[in-house]
């Protein structure tokens, strides 16, 4: 049976703007992952008749009903109240999620208020779904066909609640597994991955094939349901294989967040180091790297040669360099990747120089030009990359590329083809 779901998040300070609703965006990308259709997304203030109206709407709509928020001690937190007198549940003391509340209080060394057991009040019956991240549990149960969960707002314990506790409780919910492997690719943009793929993708039923645009790369989940996990996974083998065959290098990894989670692993088996001279990226790629766990073992270190200057005087790019060609070209970013692998003693080095914006540079340079170099044992590979849009996405895309032109010369993939992302 295919289930959809619909998303209700309860906080005035939602609708207000106050605060993002980031909840939203990660159930609906873990449920998608479940295989589970998001056909609504509905947001309601702090109000237990309008709250009631939408959880009225949705029930007819959808299968499955989560909410966010409105779990916890104080006056407004509503959702638990609202929800059980829709589906007819009285709430009642759950003594052991009062106990796991009071010794939350006792580690943290702070008095419980009377109003905190307000949260050990729960539907009669329900599934109490643990929170090891916060005070107030999550709740779920079935009620007229329905499959009803209730999660706290704070998305850190959002998302520990969603993995550890919801996940299992819907895959227990359905009549076989549905499992999903999501390839990544960098270089090609979702306008040209889909016209490549859209007659298979419209063909396909199961495993089903849906591509998902993300900043300067695209998404390929595959989801394949069978009686069994071991069965849904050998269904979406063969159509891995294929559009890695069809897709070649530009698919970097699998179920993986990130280049630099693929760059990481790939430095450590090789027993290789690697360091950065960063001009228009400002340290972007360095902290993407250092953001890992890890990193030390491999990572020297990053020059962010920011002014013209510290390029010659860091880095040792010639000064006749700097002035017959400018910051903004293909012998500076050869010139500065060799620099940061000689300065910073690293196997591998990555250098960027470009212009992010909002205007040319003092050349005439066009906002989005940008070279990549990389310097390594085997010699220097320097690439001219051009791509649109505001200085965020220019600087995202340069660090970006940069970092897969360290994982093709790692994994012995073509170098010629990195670094030519549309400006889609």
Not at 234 to 259: C, F, K
Not at 356 to 365: F, K, V
Request: with cysteine; aromatic share 4%.
């Amino acid at each position: 049976m295919s289930h959809t779901a619909e998303l209700i998040a309860v906080g005035t300070e939602l609708l207000l703007g106050n605060i993002a609703n980031t909840d939203a965006q990660m159930l609906s990308q873990g449920l998608s992952a479940l295989g589970i259709n998001v056909y609504y997304h509905t947001v309601v203030g702090d109000n237990p008749q309008r709250l009631r109206a939408a959880v009225e709407i949705a029930r007819r709509r959808a299968d499955i009903l989560i909410t966010t928020g409105g779990l916890g001690p104080t006056c407004d937190d509503l959702t638990k109240n609202v929800l059980a007198k829709c589906f007819g549940r009285p709430l009642v003391r759950h003594e052991a999620s009062a106990r796991r509340i009071e010794a939350y209080f006792r580690s943290i060394g702070r008095p419980m208020t009377e109003n905190n057991y307000q949260q050990a009040m729960l539907p009669e019956g329900c599934t109490v779904l643990d929170n090891d991240w916060g005070t107030a549990p999550g709740v779920a149960f079935e009620a007229d066909g329905v499959h009803v969960v209730m999660l706290p707002g704070p998305p850190r314990e959002c998302r520990a609640m969603f993995q550890y506790r919801v996940a299992p409780y819907l895959r227990a919910c359905s009549d076989g597994a549905i499992c999903s492997r999501t390839l990544r690719i960098f270089g090609m943009g979702e306008s040209l991955v889909e016209s490549m793929l859209r007659s298979q993708m419209n063909a396909m039923q199961n495993p089903t094939l849906a591509p998902y645009a993300k900043e300067g790369e695209v998404e390929l989940r595959i989801t394949a349901k069978a009686g069994h996990e071991q069965e849904a996974r050998a269904l979406i083998a063969p159509v891995e294989a294929r559009l890695r065959a069809q897709l070649g290098s530009a698919v970097y990894g699998a179920d993986v967040t990130s280049l630099e989670e693929v760059v990481l692993p790939l430095l450590k088996e090789r027993g290789l180091t690697l360091g950065c001279a960063e001009s228009c990226t400002g340290g972007l790629i360095a902290k993407r790297i250092t953001d890992l766990p890890g990193a030390s073992a491999v990572f020297r270190g990053s020059v962010v040669s920011y002014a013209t200057p510290v390029k010659h005087t860091v880095l040792g790019v010639p000064q006749a360099l700097l002035e017959e060609y400018g910051a903004v070209s293909e012998p500076v970013a050869r010139a500065m990747a060799e620099g940061a692998r000689r300065t910073l003693g690293c196997d591998l080095a990555v250098a960027v120089t470009g212009v992010a914006g909002p205007d040319p540079d003092e050349r005439g340079n066009p906002v989005g030009l940008v070279y990549l170099a990389l310097a390594a044992p085997d010699g220097t590979t320097v690439k001219r990359t051009r791509s649109g849009g505001v200085r965020e996405r220019i600087r995202t895309l340069a660090a970006s590329g940069a970092l897969d032109l360290v994982r093709r010369w790692l994994s012995g993939a073509p170098l010629e083809e990195t670094g030519t992302e549309p400006s889609e």
